[in-house]
């Protein structure tokens, strides 16, 4: 059984940062990433990692937030920095096994002030 405990979200003025980790329990993950749903939208991937290190970025966090990840630790991590209030989401982690299959993680607030 995969479980996915997320940690690091909060309440945050603009302009401040915040990290979440994603400590994942199980094997070693391919793909792992954060999504983010805001209130009546849609979830959207914000960011991803490869097994490899090669990265990905919604257009809007570019230059703002940064995925890593400790295979060690089978945990992602996600730095936000230059907060804004359009961040404001649910952020969820998201990873892959080696199958395809994929595990989402149970969600954490991030509420960014204007």
């Known amino acids: 059984q995969v479980q996915l405990v997320e940690s690091g979200g909060g309440l945050v003025q603009a302009g401040g940062s915040l990290r979440l980790s994603c400590a994942a329990s199980?094997?070693?993950?391919?793909?792992m990433g954060w999504y983010r749903q805001a209130q009546g939208k849609q979830r959207e991937s914000v960011a991803t990692?490869?097994?490899?290190?090669?990265?990905s970025y919604v257009e809007s966090v570019k230059g703002r937030f940064t995925i890593s990840r400790d295979n060690a630790k089978n945990t992602v991590y996600l730095q936000m920095n230059s907060l804004k209030p359009e961040d404001t989401a649910v952020y969820y982690c998201?990873?892959?096994?080696?199958?395809?299959?994929?595990?989402w993680g149970q969600g954490t607030q991030v509420t960014v002030s204007s």
């Open positions: 199980g094997r070693i993950f391919n793909t």
């Open positions: 998201k990873v892959w096994n080696a199958y395809g299959v994929v595990f």
């Open positions: 990692i490869s097994s490899g290190g090669s990265t």
